[in-house]
């Protein structure tokens, strides 16, 4: 693979000589801003080589580097090993940013050129790197080209999978109703239409699923809604009979997905509200500069609030989900102890016993499965190469989830397989800790999730550990895994934490070469009380699997502690125990017993 990327590069420099580039620079996204992508635009994996969901990739014609966040750390070191790529670690003191090490790579140049495809970057990362070079030197930045469309020759086509309908007693919501509140918050804001690119946000106000993406259940296609019209633009292969149907009975015009440009360029209404900084440059230009609103699509925070069909479905999904996770761990240590498996065999083990699930649809992401030193590799997947034999001794980590037709589930559990060292279990109970006091906290309405994400913190850092990741993420009603615009996390995320939201509580602690350990439950949030001081709220946990007792050193847990973990166990057992039966229910019994 370090030969075929090396190749790609050089390929790429003599594109670049040829058309008056000087350095190109590859981000992640697709035209529609999507965190997973489908293969159609992995452009930046195929330059780079490096398979995480989030990195830029910067080639100029010496040299070549990567950025990526603490999650893909230890993975793109080993993925960038000899591809001639400098690894760039997000957010670490002394890591420059994508426009500071281009102005020192390009300071030689008497006049440097930049490229950036228009099609995939955003209206604000071109302007802000415009602006950037532009005080560093004389370095320009284009839009106009992909060198993709010319080097990549065996590049997978844009998808065509057929969209269905997602139906009223999932959706909770008709189609009618999202948009008349759509169209009433352009009022308050003062515009007239909405330019809408985020693929879930596309298939949340339609009603509508795809299968596009890999493990999100959405398809391509842009959403233009206007005062008196709403002009759906896919390819319109994409559309069975019965969702034809349902688009004209919603009064939902559908025009080529190409055609986008065109119908912004004629844009009837007054004001089109443009999110600056998820469309796309190319889309973004394309509408009249003074039709342009600039603004946040309100769809994002509409989304994120379910409705109570929604939420009585994430329980019913968590519940067969739960199901699912109790078959496998109950079969777990038995099979591992009699020899023979691997990450990947645990993994298609999991994801077999949740097939098996009513309104089973796929999984939401893929599975991590990490033994011992892969646990510590935060985004790890076992590929073939990677695969090892998990022994019946130490911790595996096992981040997975699901996409039911009335939920999304995403649940980690580390696991003991056999004798543990101090430090391990120390850790994990670390973890546990963190886990706990985040779930048992109460917070006021209109608290944002930076205000509370040290509660999950507070045990292990007084102890010296911490973790790079953030602590929650919004979870889709049979929608993408991640979800905003709300988040538990260091970084200040201003997003107020709603009623009626889901989010992950996720905490973990990550020895390099040793082993990792995170505890994972999905919540939602629910009113707690009304007091002088205003209305609080408070977390309800939707997922329903045992938490592993035997890595926990019982004297570093509080009374309080202890009391959640036993009140959640028993929770499990009379949630999940009526829909499992010998071996599998004695196994929950004794999983759940307390402590």
């Given amino acids: 693979m370090t030969h075929t990327i090396n190749e790609r590069v050089g390929r790429l420099r003599s594109w670049m000589k040829e058309n008056g580039f000087t350095a190109f620079v590859f981000p992640s996204s697709d035209p529609h801003n999507s965190e997973y992508v489908a293969d159609h635009w992995k452009s930046r994996e195929w330059i780079s080589g490096f398979s995480g969901s989030a990195g830029t990739a910067v080639v100029t014609l010496e040299h070549a580097a990567l950025w990526t966040d603490s999650r893909y750390f230890i993975a793109a070191e080993k993925e960038l090993n000899g591809t001639g790529f400098q690894l760039m670690k997000l957010r670490v003191e002394g890591t420059p940013s994508v426009s500071e090490w281009l102005a020192s790579e390009l300071s030689t140049y008497e006049k440097a050129v930049v490229g950036l495809d228009g099609n995939v970057n955003s209206f604000a990362e071109v302007a802000a790197m415009e602006q950037e070079l532009a005080t560093k030197g004389n370095i320009t930045v284009r839009t106009d080209a992909d060198p993709m469309a010319e080097l990549w020759t065996d590049r997978p086509v844009i998808p065509d999978n057929m969209v269905s309908l997602h139906p009223l007693e999932y959706s909770g919501e008709s189609t009618s109703s999202k948009v008349s ?91 089109l509200l443009v999110d600056m900084s998820s469309t796309n440059y190319s889309l973004a230009t394309a509408v009249p500069f003074e039709k342009v609103c600039s603004g946040v699509s309100p769809i994002a925070s509409m989304k994120a609030v379910k409705n109570k069909v929604e939420q009585d479905g994430f329980r019913a999904a968590m519940l067969r989900d739960g199901v699912a996770v109790v078959k496998f761990l109950a079969w777990l240590k038995s099979a591992v102890e009699a020899g023979g498996q691997t990450e990947i065999s645990l993994d298609d083990r999991l994801t077999a016993l949740r097939a098996e699930q009513p309104k089973f649809k796929g999984i939401s992401f893929d599975t991590i499965v990490g033994y011992e030193a892969h646990g510590a590799i935060v985004h790890y997947e076992a590929t073939p190469e990677t695969d090892i034999p998990v022994q019946p001794h130490g911790l595996v980590l096992i981040d997975s989830g699901a996409q039911y037709l009335d939920g999304t589930t995403d649940i980690t559990r580390t696991i003991a397989l056999g004798e543990l060292s101090e430090e391990q279990r120390r850790v994990y109970t670390l973890v546990l800790k963190g886990h706990i006091q985040l779930d048992r906290c109460r917070f006021p309405a209109g608290a944002c999730g930076s205000q509370i994400d040290a509660l999950a913190r507070a045990p292990m850092w007084r102890e010296g550990y911490n973790y790079m990741h953030g602590t929650g993420h919004g979870v889709g009603s049979y929608l993408n895994v991640h979800e905003g615009p709300h988040q538990i996390r260091m970084e200040w995320r201003p997003a107020p934490l709603q009623a009626g939201m889901t989010v992950t509580n996720e905490p973990g602690i990550y020895l390099e070469g040793k082993f990792g350990v995170r505890i994972e439950n999905t919540l ?9 001081f205003g209305d609080f709220l408070k977390f309800e946990t939707l997922t329903l699997a045992p938490i592993d007792t035997a890595p926990i050193v019982l004297e570093m847990l509080s009374t309080e502690e202890r009391e959640w973990l036993n009140n959640y166990h028993r929770r499990v057992y009379e949630s999940l125990s009526p829909y499992l039966e010998g071996n599998e229910k004695e196994w929950l019994r004794k999983a759940t017993l307390p402590i």
């Avoid at 939602?524 to 002088?532: F, H």
């Fill in 181 to 271: 509140r759509v169209r009433k918050h352009l009022l308050d804001c003062g515009a007239d239409g909405l330019l809408v690119t985020a693929l879930d946000e596309i298939a949340w106000v339609l009603n509508l699923r795809g299968s596009d993406v890999h493990c999100n259940p959405v398809f391509v296609s842009y959403l233009l809604i206007s005062p008196e019209n709403i002009t759906l633009y896919i390819n319109n292969v994409k559309l069975p009979d019965d969702v034809k149907a349902y688009l004209m009975s919603e009064h939902i015009d559908v025009q080529a997905y190409e055609s986008v440009v065109e119908g912004l360029r004629l844009y009837a209404g007054k004001s």
């Fill in 524 to 532: 939602l949030i629910v009113p707690a009380e009304s007091t002088a």
